[in-house]
């Protein structure tokens, strides 16, 4: 069997009613719904989803077409960089499928989604066509706002060469398993978190297989330090907690919590325990896991 997770990011984290045809829409057999994680101040909806491709794509498909339907994006505010209602929908191999699978499976929803919703398409990380568009954040750059006025120059890998109206555009990938990794600073002060993301952050020569980003979360007056973990055996979560907590308290700060959006796998859970406890848990000393296979 041939088994894939796919995480949709959808540009809704405040309406109820909303969230709730998303997920009623990904209601597909064969389709499991493990998680939704919905955020207020990002205005922003994950899902995550597992399944065999064929099932999957048709209930990714089908949460597309509501958030086209639904979500309106003239009139959305949130403080996650966004161009689309369905902003990124990324495929993700697991167990022991192979990359190849993810990226068929994305090449084909992205075709049914140009064709049947006529929304521009961009395809990402493993699934790109372009060199350019591996990177999301190239893609996402400005927003949908920018989006709209730079496409001829940004153009889609499928679809109409202009945004829609209300939906913008969307991207579709495959993509490695990440960990989506947020820390609260006691602070209001972006600057402080600005600095922070571009010490953790790969790409500023921070540390591997990091991207992060600062942003001003207004319900909490804090900054919020957004991350994902692209590989959690390059760089684990509590070397990122803990760099983050030495920047912060090197600039009059500190790290009052953190969180994880989706779900994170089980071998950086144990990173976490046994730098803590100097340890050496293994999957194999896990008690419920033992259970569950019979060992």
């Not at 049947?116 to 395809?123: D, F, G, K, Q």
């Not at 940004?154 to 945004?163: C, E, H, S, T």
């Amino acid at each position: 069997m041939s088994l894939l997770e796919a995480v949709p990011n959808f540009s809704e984290g405040r309406r109820s009613e909303v969230i709730g045809r998303l997920t009623a829409a990904a209601d597909v057999p064969g389709v499991r719904l493990l998680d939704v994680h919905s955020d207020p101040d990002h205005n922003r909806t994950v899902l995550t989803l597992a399944g065999e491709a064929e099932p999957l794509s048709d209930a990714l498909f089908h949460t597309i077409a509501v958030a086209v339907a639904e979500i309106d994006l003239r009139h959305h505010n949130g403080v996650h960089p966004r161009i689309g209602a369905a902003d990124v929908v990324p495929f993700v191999p697991v167990l022991d499928t192979p990359m190849g699978d993810a990226v068929a499976a994305a090449h084909a929803l992205a075709n049914r989604v140009a064709s049947e919703l006529r929304l521009p398409v961009y395809l990402y990380d493993a699934a790109a066509r372009r060199p350019e568009y591996i990177r999301l954040e190239n893609i996402r750059r400005g927003g949908f706002e920018t989006l709209r006025d730079a496409i001829a120059t940004r153009p889609p890998d499928l679809g109409p060469a202009q945004v829609h109206p209300s939906a913008g555009a969307v991207v579709i990938g495959a993509r490695q398993p990440l960990i989506a990794y947020n820390i609260y600073l006691d602070t209001d002060d972006l600057a402080v978190g600005r600095a922070i993301a571009r010490r953790v952050r790969a790409s500023s020569g921070g540390l591997p297989a990091v991207k992060a980003l600062a942003l001003l979360i207004p319900r909490r007056g804090q900054v919020q330090i957004s991350m994902n973990l692209t590989n959690f055996h390059e760089t684990s979560i509590p070397t990122v907690f803990e760099v983050v907590r030495e920047e912060a308290a090197a600039r009059g700060t500190r790290i009052v919590a953190s969180e994880f959006v989706g779900l994170v796998p089980l071998d950086a859970l144990l990173n976490v325990v046994n730098a803590a406890l100097a340890g050496d848990l293994t999957l194999q000393s896990v008690l419920d896991l033992r259970l569950l296979d019979g060992g």
